[in-house]
């Protein structure tokens, strides 16, 4: 097989592994999550109704999530479930593990996403050095000399999870044109899905 070809052959290669595994990966992970939900709630069914129900676990499941959606939403609920958050951080191996999960799903919760006004670059951490910026808020900062508009930017130090808040002049951040989903999309791959030229229109 000649350079040339294998090449071809490697390039396209790489190109369907890469399309094809995350829509199986997903259509897997779906399908055990359909599966196992029935297993868990299927006897509860069989037992009331006489037979099995196919489908009514997972409709179950999608009643959970939603009532605990609705629980979520007001201050007692959020109360009650921080309690929870505080309970299962104390579990030895849950702890190691439950923290970086729960963060992976904020990161693209409409919460989170409703809190980044706009993507941005800030010099970060040194004067000629770049980071990728989230604008969260604007500040009117009251100096000797006048007001300042100043916006207060996250830029995030470890994935979307950590990071630092920095103030810093309105006009000290350059825009990117991208928009939040892709500011997001850019931290969580290290920078590998940057477009090449910005501001991006």
């Known amino acids: 097989m ?26 897997y992970l779906l399908w055990i999550f359909w ?10 069914y069989q037992g009331i109704f006489g037979r ?3 489908g009514l676990g997972f409709l179950t499941a999608v009643a959970i999530i939603l009532l605990m959606g609705t629980i ?45 006004k706009e993507v941005g670059l800030v010099e970060h951490p040194r004067e000629g050095s770049y980071a990728f910026g989230f604008v969260t808020s604007e500040v009117l900062l009251d100096t000797p000399h006048g ?15 950590l990071g630092d808040i920095i103030v810093v002049p309105r006009e000290a951040v ?5 928009s939040v989903e892709q500011g997001i999309r850019v931290i969580l791959s290290a920078g590998t899905a940057s ?6 229109s």
């Open 72 to 116: 979520a939403r007001n201050v007692v609920g959020r109360r009650v479930l921080a309690l929870g958050d505080q309970i299962l951080l104390k579990v030895p191996i849950y702890r190691r593990l439950y923290p970086s999960v729960k963060m992976l799903i904020d990161a693209f919760s409409p919460e989170r996403r409703n809190s980044f």
């Open 147 to 161: 007001k300042r508009e100043m916006v207060t930017v996250f830029v995030p130090t470890n994935n979307l999870y």
């Open 2 to 27: 000649s350079t040339r070809l294998r090449n071809w052959f490697k390039v396209r290669f790489i190109a369907g592994f890469f399309f094809v595994v995350p829509v199986f990966a997903t259509a």
């Open 195 to 200: 477009p090449t030229r910005l501001p991006r």
């Open 35 to 44: 599966v196992k939900i029935d297993d868990i709630f299927g006897p509860m």
């Open 52 to 54: 099995p129900v196919p």
């Open 174 to 178: 350059i825009p990117t044109g991208l």
